[in-house]
């Protein structure tokens, strides 16, 4: 890994959130491709994260700010992430389930989704079954984007898809699920559309399913 990189993967453990803006910036200066900087020096270090909170090193405090300094870090890539193009493929309401606040997995989804011409209506976090029911009837969503990160909090994404099936709206809308405890077994148990496991794969899913 490229010493910069090193940097912001060092800075989002430590949780330091000015330097991950200095280093995020520095390496776009350098040169360094927006997505290695995103995969290779952000995303690894949150899955670092996620392991020293398993082995009792870090805290919910520590896993907190970790997380957001990768916001701040993020808030610099995104208009290198993001291509403003202005023709919408689909309208794509994206949300965290019901009982579960993680976020930033669906926000990268919801970037790259619109980078890739995507319209997007962030519901955001906590997010209950009426209220994606209430994104197809009332905002013309026709995809569906479901995130979990708990193993708890995974039976809302079933609830949700049967909440629409319950409104007459399933026919309608391709409903995509994904975070990380979610696999392709269970999305197709559940009868989702489709599973991706990150957000690159995420655009390829979504423009099959629209396609
Ligand atoms: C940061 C973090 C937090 C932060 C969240 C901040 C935020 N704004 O998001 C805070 C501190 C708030 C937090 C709280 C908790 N957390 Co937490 N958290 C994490 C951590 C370290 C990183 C998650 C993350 O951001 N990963 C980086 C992103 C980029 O990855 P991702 O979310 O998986 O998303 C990618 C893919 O999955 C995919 N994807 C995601 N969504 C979607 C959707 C679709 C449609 C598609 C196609 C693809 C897709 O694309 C994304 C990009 O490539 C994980 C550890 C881990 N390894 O996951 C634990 C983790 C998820 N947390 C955990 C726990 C236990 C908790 C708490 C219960 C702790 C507590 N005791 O309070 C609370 C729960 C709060 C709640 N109600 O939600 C456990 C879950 C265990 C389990 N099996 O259920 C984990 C796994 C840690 C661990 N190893 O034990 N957490």
Do not use: W
């Not at 319209?119 to 079954?129: K, N, Q």
């Not at 009837?137 to 995974?154: F, P």
């Amino acid at each position: 890994m490229s010493q910069v990189l090193e940097e912001v993967f060092d800075s989002i453990l430590n949780g330091q959130q000015k330097l991950t803006v200095e280093k995020v910036s520095q390496a776009l200066a350098e040169g360094i491709e927006p997505g290695a900087i995103l995969n290779e020096g952000m995303v690894k270090a949150m899955a670092k994260v996620g392991q020293l909170f398993e082995e009792g090193e870090y805290f919910v405090p520590e896993m907190l700010i970790a997380a957001r300094a990768m916001q701040s870090g993020l808030a610099v890539l995104k208009p290198r992430l993001v291509q403003a193009n202005y023709q919408p493929i689909a309208r794509v309401a994206a949300g965290t389930v019901k009982g579960d606040l993680h976020d930033i997995g669906k926000n990268l989804v919801c970037m790259m989704l619109e980078g890739a011409s995507f319209e997007i209506i962030d519901l955001g976090t906590d997010v209950a079954p009426d209220k994606f029911v209430a994104a197809v009837t009332e905002r013309g969503a026709n995809v569906i984007c479901m995130s979990a990160l708990l193993t708890t909090t995974m039976p809302n994404m079933r609830n949700t898809l049967e909440a629409l099936k319950a409104a007459g709206l399933r026919e309608q809308v391709k409903v995509m699920v994904g975070g990380a405890p979610v696999t392709e077994g269970y999305a197709r148990e559940i009868g989702a559309d489709g599973y991706a496991p990150d957000a690159s794969r995420a655009v390829a899913l979504a423009r099959s399913l629209v396609g």
